[in-house]
C-alpha cells in the first residue's frame, strides 16, 4: 500500500516515506495505512475470560511513524480508560527473510515491561497475529486482527483463547479515524 502524506514526527520521516514507498513487495508496507495521527474510538470488555459482557466504552489518540528505514513502526497512544488514563506504545518490526511481523506492546502504567511478541501477516488486506501468553495465572493464546482498512479508517480487535485455540472471546476492539 502507498504511504500517505502526513505531518513527520523526525527529520528523518521524509527519508522513511521514500525507501516505504520503494519497497520490495514483501509484506514489509503492510503496515503503511498506519502512518499519522488517529482518533480512537475503545470497546473493552470489563472482566476477560469470565463469560461478561459488559463493555467500556472510551476514546483516545494513536501517533504512528515509520523506523528502521521501512523495517518497522512505532506507535504512541493515549487511552483514556475511565478513571485510569494512560499512555502505551506498539513497536513493530518486519522480518523480510520470514516475511512476518512481529508486535509488541509496553503499557505506559508498568514501562519496564513489554509484552510478548505477537507474530503474524496480512492476506488480503486482513492481519493475523498470534502468540501464547499468560493472564490471571491461565495460559492462553491470544489473537490480533487488522481489519477494514482504509486511507481514513482501520479496525484492531484482540481476543483471548483459554482453550488451545478452540473457543476466543474478543475482549479489545479500537477502531482509528484519521485525523484531518
Known sequence: MPTQSTPSHSEDAPAENAAAENAPVDGRADFDFFFGHWNVSHRRLQKRLQDDTNWDVFGGTCDVRPILGGLGNVDDNVIELPGDAYRAATLRTFDPAARRWSIWWIDGRNSATIDVPMRGTFEAGVGTFLCEDVFDGR????????????????????AFSPDGGKTWETNWIMDFARQV
Open 139 to 158: 495460559n492462553i493464546q491470544v489473537h490480533f486482527l487488522w481489519s477494514r482498512i482504509t486511507e481514513k479508517s482501520a479496525r484492531w480487535e484482540q
